[in-house]
């Protein structure tokens, strides 16, 4: 954690981090699509089939829901476990490849997305769903490859083992990593 003004840049937030600016953050990249997509529905109202598929939307919105959630949750866990920081803006001290991190380098955001879509289901709300599409692609070119460049050039070979071993979003590689 930056103590002193050195170690802040103008935004109040640590040099040493992937994310320098107040808005690179995912409640940003995926919030202001979700309040446009809200606009969007109140002026351009759009909604999923109704009738049969309204119970099925609704469980699958919760079904989602909840996994979201628990990812969240359990990346949360995680980086408490080690003393890692979950807010931008805060240098990484560590890679984690534990726990829920095992099986995706970006669970949290994994997770949130999973949230958005899971209530987008069950409120109704397709335009959520249209512009997730542009907020993921902006969510790779803000958020993640920064991250990536960032825990590359902190932690190199230990960091390239990890991106070789585990997928971005979810999974597994089936191949050893090399050295």
């Known amino acids: 954690m930056p103590t002193s003004p050195q170690e802040m840049d103008g935004n109040n937030m640590a040099i040493d981090t ?15 699509p979700f309040l446009i997509a809200i606009f969007l529905q109140l002026f351009f109202p759009f909604s999923f089939p109704r009738g049969f598929f309204t119970p099925a939307l609704i469980v ?24 890692q920081p979950t807010d931008p803006g ?3 001290l560590k890679i984690i490849n534990t726990g829920v991190f095992s099986f995706s380098r970006n669970p949290l955001y994994l997770g949130g997305i999973c949230i958005i879509v899971g209530v987008a289901l069950i409120v109704n709300l397709p335009w959520v769903l249209i512009l997730l599409l542009p907020a993921l692609l902006v969510c790779h070119f803000v958020l993640i490859f920064p991250e990536e460049r960032y825990l590359t050039a902190k932690f190199s070979n230990e960091y390239r083992l990890y991106t070789h071993s585990v997928h971005r979003w979810i999974g597994r590689s089936k191949s050893p990593p090399t050295k």
Not at 70 to 75: G, P, T
């Open 18 to 32: 992937a994310h320098t600016k107040w808005w690179q953050t995912f409640e940003v990249v995926f919030g202001v």
């Open 60 to 83: 699958a919105g919760a079904i989602v829901l909840f996994i979201g959630v628990i990812l969240a949750f359990l990346a949360r866990r995680e980086f408490a476990k080690y003393n």
């Open 90 to 92: 805060h240098p990484t």
